[in-house]
């Protein structure tokens, strides 16, 4: 069936180290991805998406890059923040020509960046 | 800017009672979802909907019921809230088009003793 793995959390970092959360997916057919983000307290939101293969997302310093070829969007950011401090999910949706399915995340993974 | 709004966001039941989850979007959507979120398990989909008076079951709608009867509003019920429906619960909307990208509220906790 159609998934999405993301690497177990949680990770810690110190401000301005590198960040990679790790996400594969399994779909039938061409899903559009989504990296979406959760603060303490907050509800979901988008933070980049890409639609189709080596379609890079990019929002806030973080990037993500569509590889159909290994199934993976991996989350990215050169040097992150305190404030990045969050819960980040990987997401897909696929799309039937005109219309689309639900929405399947991963389960997501705590990041927490210490001063 | 209301967007996606949900009521109550905190409640405590006693197992058995019943309760009404309500969420509200401004924004002409024509999907609304319901969302559990719980420790390691991520979201899981609990009913959704992809009109006014449609409604149809996601990945763990047992316990619960839905409706949406306007555009704008989808109602959650607990008929018989049990301990195991403790949770934070979310609503989301999104809009037709290949977009794909949905919009939160800020959750409701939910407590059932």
């Known amino acids: 069936g159609n998934s999405v793995t993301q690497m177990e959390g949680p990770v810690t970092l110190s401000e301005e180290a590198f960040l990679t959360i790790n996400c594969t997916y399994t779909?039938?057919?061409?899903?559009?991805l989504f990296w979406y983000v959760q603060y303490p307290g907050e509800g979901l939101q988008l933070l980049l998406k890409?639609?189709?293969?080596?379609d890079k997302g990019s929002n806030k310093g973080f990037e993500a890059t569509y590889r159909k070829e290994t199934t993976s969007f991996h989350l990215e950011k050169g040097s992150v923040q305190v404030s990045d401090s969050a819960v980040y999910f990987c997401?897909?949706?696929?799309?039937?020509?005109?219309?689309?399915?639900?929405?399947?995340f991963g389960k997501g993974t705590k990041l927490s960046v210490k001063p | 800017n209301a967007g996606v709004t949900q009521t109550p966001k905190f409640r405590v039941l006693k197992t058995g009672q019943s309760m009404t989850l309500l969420c509200a979007q401004d924004?002409?959507?024509?999907?609304m979802y319901w969302y559990r979120q719980d420790p390691g398990m991520g979201l899981r989909l609990i009913h959704y909907?992809?009109?006014?008076?449609?409604?149809a079951k996601g990945e763990v709608p047992d316990g619960y019921n839905v409706s949406r009867l306007k555009k704008q509003n989808f109602l959650l019920g607990l008929e018989s809230a049990a301990p195991s429906q403790t949770s934070v619960y979310f609503c989301?909307?999104?809009?037709?088009?290949?977009?794909?990208?949905?919009?939160f509220g800020e959750g409701s906790r939910l407590t059932v003793l």
């Open positions: 890409a639609t189709k293969a080596d």
């Open positions: 997401a897909l949706i696929l799309n039937y020509g005109g219309s689309q399915g639900n929405l399947i």
């Open positions: 779909a039938t057919g061409y899903p559009s």
């Open positions: 989301a909307s999104r809009g037709q088009g290949n977009t794909g990208e949905l919009f």
């Open positions: 909907s992809v009109g006014e008076g449609t409604t």
């Open positions: 924004m002409n959507h024509e999907y």
